[in-house]
């Protein structure tokens, strides 16, 4: 399984310190501790070299000290990570409000960790306990459920609605992990009525019931999170739309075949259809009704350019909720 950055970073970050403290290690025992070969170890080191203080001038780069023939490494100048942190009035607010927000939500972290790190703070002077108060939104009243059968291994029914059919379905759920992807908790479960391994927002789970079946343990199980949760269906031919400026972020929060720049009025430039700027996209979408409703929601800054029959989907759509505000 490749690495991912996180990864990298995590142990090129841990390397610092560690050798800080150990100067004149070998490059093979920095590869068993850290579990990579020396190899990489050796490219982790070469990062560190261009890494420093903002300014980057030689004498602001972290100082590695190699000695290839004996095989070792130590660190003359660390840049300040071997330092320990220290919060400033601001940072420790903000941190705190984050870490009571955090323990309640009931299912999502643990809860003593977080209470631990509170009481730390307090006793490094962070004067937050009396002038913060936090209460976090109830986003997903169906967390403590879905946290639940995870750790007892129980099978879920769930009432859920999918936005991309603007339906609401009930299934029977093996719930294998929970994640948190761009924003959002996600349940990862083998559904049943689809007879896969498949994602859930935990936000769009409107009923939610334990069972007592035992929920079925899966074979494999890829410990990677995924970057995004929407998989387009392969099946369905992709539709050009042009976006605005403004409708930009589509093309990198969904999977799109093509992308071509449209030109920005300048001196001797005429806009493109009236328009300025923008992209032109080719996007495999949930289906037509999802195109439709992803159309809607951008508000007009999105155009359907080569599927007419959805284009006229979206201006009838569009001219009945104007209707209903009337």
Request: proline share 8%; with cysteine.
């Given at each position: 399984m490749s690495e991912t950055a996180t990864d990298r970073l995590a142990r090129v970050l841990g390397l610092v310190p560690y050798i800080s403290r150990?100067?004149?290690?070998?490059?093979?025992?920095?590869?068993?501790?850290?579990?990579?070969?020396?190899?990489?170890?050796?490219?982790?080191?070469?990062?560190?070299?261009?890494?420093?203080?903002?300014?980057?001038?030689?004498?602001?780069?972290?100082?590695?000290?190699?000695?290839?023939?004996?095989g070792t490494v130590s660190i003359a100048f660390d840049a300040g990570i071997e330092r320990p942190v220290r919060l400033t009035s601001d940072e420790a607010v903000a941190l705190t409000v984050a870490l009571r927000a955090f323990a309640d939500l009931p299912g999502l972290v643990d809860a003593d960790a977080v209470y631990s790190a509170l009481a730390k703070l307090e006793q490094a002077g962070a004067q937050t306990a009396d002038a913060v108060r936090v209460s976090a939104a109830d986003a997903a009243p169906a967390l403590g459920a879905v946290r639940q059968a995870i750790d007892e291994s129980r099978q879920i029914w769930m009432r859920y609605y999918t936005a991309s059919r603007d339906a609401l379905t009930e299934r029977i759920v093996d719930p294998i992990r929970l994640l948190v992807t761009d924003g959002h908790s996600y349940l990862e479960g083998y559904c049943h009525a689809a007879d896969a391994v498949r994602h859930f927002r935990v936000d769009r789970i409107e009923e939610i019931r334990v069972?007592?079946?035992?929920?079925?343990?899966?074979?494999?199980?890829?410990?990677?999170?995924?970057?995004?949760?929407?998989?387009?269906?392969?099946?369905?031919?992709?539709?050009?739309?042009?976006?605005?400026?403004?409708?930009?972020?589509?093309?990198?929060?969904?999977?799109?075949?093509?992308?071509?720049?449209?030109?920005?009025?300048?001196?001797?430039?005429?806009?493109?259809?009236?328009?300025?700027?923008?992209?032109?996209?080719?996007?495999?979408?949930?289906?037509?009704?999802?195109?439709?409703?992803?159309?809607?929601?951008?508000?007009?800054?999105?155009?359907?350019?080569?599927?007419?029959?959805?284009?006229?989907?979206?201006?009838?759509?569009?001219?009945?909720?104007?209707?209903?505000?009337?």
């Open positions: 150990r100067p004149g290690v070998a490059l093979a025992d920095l590869a068993v501790e850290f579990g990579v070969s020396t190899e990489q170890i050796s490219a982790d080191l070469d990062l560190l070299m261009v890494c420093g203080l903002p300014g980057y001038y030689p004498d602001d780069l972290i100082d590695v000290v190699l000695d290839e023939e004996g069972l007592d079946e035992p929920a079925q343990g899966q074979l494999w199980v890829d410990s990677d999170i995924p970057e995004k949760m929407f998989h387009p269906d392969p099946q369905i031919p992709p539709v050009t739309l042009r976006l605005e400026p403004a409708a930009r972020w589509v093309a990198e929060y969904y999977q799109t075949e093509d992308a071509v720049e449209l030109p920005v009025a300048g001196r001797g430039r005429q806009p493109v259809d009236g328009r300025d700027g923008g992209l032109r996209v080719r996007l495999r979408g949930g289906g037509d009704e999802w195109l439709v409703r992803l159309v809607l929601s951008l508000g007009g800054s999105a155009v359907i350019e080569d599927r007419p029959d959805l284009a006229v989907q979206v201006a009838e759509r569009a001219a009945q909720a104007l209707a209903a505000y009337r």
